[in-house]
């Protein structure tokens, strides 16, 4: 299995977030997403988030299957 390109420390530290471990598991205990909502379309991002996260996802880029990770993360 091939490793991710990108840490979810990166991907929170590329969003303007605080990237340390304790920081990332509080994100996502107080974040949750609807099964009925994009992850960009998640009212917590800013326009800039949101728009980083949907071009990434829309091109499949290198920052793809960690953003994808962090929808499974906030969906559970």
Do not use: C, Y
Request: no cysteine; charged share 30%; hydrophobic share 50%.
């Amino acid at each position: 299995m091939e490793t991710p390109r990108h840490a979810m420390a990166s991907l929170f530290a590329q969003l303007g977030l605080d990237a340390d471990k304790g920081a990332i598991e509080h994100f996502i205990a107080t974040h949750n997403l609807p099964a009925d909502i994009r992850l960009a379309d998640a009212p917590f991002w800013t326009p800039i988030q949101a728009g980083f996260l949907r071009e990434e996802l829309l091109e499949d880029a290198d920052w793809a299957e960690v953003i994808d990770a962090l929808d499974r993360e906030l969906r559970a």
